[in-house]
């Protein structure tokens, strides 16, 4: 049975490690360490950053997980909040706020971009996700304890008709954007390494 380390104090993010990386027999350790995030929109980067500290704290081989929100026709600033959904969006702004500001724009359209690095203490790999949607209109707080982020209220996938957090698992899971997933590719290349 192979291992890997994942160094984050997201649970919604162990939880779904843990869920993709069972499928290949691959046991999942998490670790909550502090990890010093760079200050540069680039989801790729601060993910190469996060995986090489978190080597260092370990000396095992890791992962890391970055993930950014996308809002394509945000008012004066098209693509934001990028790389810094929390601090930027989230904590600054909120999800009441957002809706405020979003009110009277028509296209909705955002996206979830994911990268995940692993490091094995050699080389650096990246892995890719990318999930399409909508910014709803009305927040919708279901009853989902594996989120990783309150976006989820406000995000409805593409050619699904709920938000993130009303879906039940199976029905994120299976969803028709869910192809492109940064932990499910790297599940299967490592059980294959």
């Known amino acids: 049975m192979k291992e890997i380390v994942f160094v984050t104090g997201n649970k919604g993010k162990q939880a779904e490690a ?41 000396n095992k081989p890791c992962i890391a997980l970055d993930a950014g929100f996308y809002i394509n026709n945000y008012p004066n600033n098209p693509g934001f909040p990028g790389a810094f959904p929390k601090r930027e969006l989230l904590n600054k702004i909120g999800i009441d706020g957002l809706l405020g500001i979003m009110k009277d724009v028509e296209d909705r359209s955002c996206y979830f971009k994911e990268c995940l690095a692993y490091y094995d203490g050699k080389d650096i790999s990246y892995f890719y996700g990318v999930s399409k949607g909508e910014v709803v209109k009305e927040k919708v707080i279901g009853d989902n304890t594996k989120k990783w982020s309150e976006l989820w209220y406000i995000f409805r996938p593409d050619n699904c008709n709920k938000t993130l957090s009303e879906m039940t698992e199976e029905e994120r899971e299976n969803r028709p954007d869910n192809h492109t997933n940064a932990l499910k590719e790297f599940s299967e290349w490592f059980y294959k390494k």
């Open 18 to 58: 843990q869920k993709w990386l069972d499928r290949n027999n691959i046991v999942v350790s998490c670790y909550d360490y502090d990890i010093y995030e760079p200050d540069v929109n680039d989801i790729e980067f601060i993910a190469k950053t996060k995986v090489l500290q978190a080597y260092e704290k370990v």
